[in-house]
């Protein structure tokens, strides 16, 4: 289900680029692999306090903004199977994940419309030598022109080196319907 997610959430508007967000660290450019701190896992699951480990200062509505246009790009990119484009928006793994499903199930064309958006920012944090940051995105997707929207909910886990060597990165998704 994560890639599945992966894969239509990487489908909207084109305009590559590294994932950059305003909060910890400023720095653009391609990640290298990244491993979670312990206890985050990949797509962790996270309790019923939202905004309970993020760190004073931290930009969140900037943030935010930014992880929004950023989702519907991935999408964008997703859609168009270029898998070029979808290695600067993820680590290694994550795109190795991704990579194998899109050979397995071929390219169909698929042109989502992200129909609704909301973003939640459930948790930033640095543990090591890497920034982390959790945001939930609900709303509602439509997978095809004559389909009809359908309601979503998911977190992805973002990753980001704390040295400023790239930006922020997909490392992970975590279905949550």
Do not use: C
């Not at 289900?1 to 959430?9: G, T």
């Not at 653009?28 to 990244?34: K, Q, Y």
């Amino acid at each position: 289900f994560a890639v599945f997610f992966v894969i239509r959430l990487l489908t909207r508007p084109k305009g590559a680029g590294n994932l950059q967000y305003a909060g910890i660290g400023n720095q653009p450019a391609t990640a290298p692999p990244l491993s979670p701190p312990a206890g985050l896992g990949a797509a962790p699951a996270f309790g019923a306090h939202p905004q309970a480990n993020i760190p004073a200062g931290f930009d969140t509505e900037g943030f935010l903004r930014q992880a929004k246009l950023n989702f519907v790009k991935l999408q964008a990119v997703h859609d168009s199977g270029k898998l070029g484009e979808l290695r600067e928006f993820t680590t290694d793994a994550m795109f190795e994940s991704i990579k194998q499903d899109l050979l397995q199930h071929g390219s169909v064309g698929q042109q989502t419309d992200v129909v609704t958006l909301n973003a939640e920012l459930l948790e930033a944090l640095t543990d090591g030598d890497s920034h982390w940051a959790s945001v939930r995105f609900s709303g509602m997707i439509r997978e095809s022109p004559d389909a009809q929207p359908e309601a979503f909910q998911e977190v992805w886990n973002l990753a980001k080196p704390t040295s400023g060597a790239s930006g922020w990165v997909l490392a992970g998704i975590q279905q949550l319907q």
